[in-house]
Antibody, heavy 122, light 106 residues
Framework: QVTLKESGPGILQPSQTLSLTCSFSGFSLSTSGICVSWIRQPSGKGLEWLATICWEDSKGYNPSLKNRLTISKDTSNNQAFLKITSVDTADTAIYYC??????????????WGPGTMVTVSS | NTVMTQSPTSMFISVGDRVTMNCKASQNVGTNVDWYQQKTGQSPKLLIYGASNRYTGVPDRFTGSGSGTDFTLTISNMQAEDLAVYYCLQYNYNPTFGGGTKLELK
């Protein structure tokens, strides 16, 4: 059974660094074709892909945020991480992690965590 | 970034309706498009991958089609449980989501 769960600070102040953890089970990030991605959603708004890390340690970042994002993984402990530097109120959102599969020409998010709410406020 | 424009942004529908929603890419993305369903208070769920492939367990009333820049998600016999926001996603370039189509009851 595949599960993912996000954890984060809940609230932080502008200019701080946001650190998020995705803890997962039911799969390994060392298995070929498997990636973990971060997606966020401001309240009442749409989805925004942030970053992806894959089994062979390749990484992809949203170009709009690339300079502020760092994704990493701990394969042995089944965790993936995302750091966002210099946060401001526009970073207030629900942050999801999701498993993404590369299957030949296909790529999709098949399992999602419940999300963690992050509020940036002074 | 490749912009995905969904239309309409909302639809008022009745149970049993045939529902069609659209997603237009700002450049050719082949068939590298997925569709997701998000119900209120829940995480998104995968419906369609590769533009037209129904994911495991998705009812056959959901059908995806299209290629290039124009994509469609059709619900053939709308059920109350299908009330949700639907998002398209392209992954031909850096992944980008459309803005969503919200289905509401008349």
């Amino acid at each position: 059974q595949v599960t993912l769960k996000e954890s984060g600070p809940g609230i932080l102040q502008p200019s701080q660094t946001l650190s998020l953890t995705c803890s997962f089970s039911g799969f390994s990030l060392s298995t070929s074709g498997i990636c973990v991605s971060w997606i966020r959603q401001p309240s009442g708004k749409g989805l925004e892909w942030l970053a992806t890390i894959c089994w062979e340690d390749s990484k992809g970042y949203n170009p709009s945020l690339k300079n502020r994002l760092t994704i990493s993984k701990d394969t042995s402990n089944n965790q993936a991480f995302l750091k966002i530097t210099s946060v401001d109120t526009a970073d207030t959102a629900i942050y999801y992690c999701a498993r993404s599969l590369e299957l030949g020409v296909y790529w999709y998010f098949d399992f999602w965590g419940p999300g963690t709410m992050v509020t940036v406020s002074s | 970034n490749t912009v995905m424009t969904q239309s309409p942004t909302s639809m008022f529908i009745s149970v049993g309706d045939r529902v069609t929603m659209n997603c237009k890419a700002s450049q050719n993305v082949g068939t590298n498009v997925d569709w997701y369903q998000q119900k209120t208070g829940q995480s998104p769920k995968l419906l369609i991958y590769g533009a037209s492939n129904r994911y495991t367990g998705v009812p056959d009333r959901f059908t995806g089609s299209g290629s290039g820049t124009d994509f469609t998600l059709t619900i053939s016999n709308m059920q109350a449980e299908d009330l949700a926001v639907y998002y398209c996603l392209q992954y031909n370039y850096n992944p980008t989501f459309g803005g969503g189509t919200k289905l509401e009851l008349k």
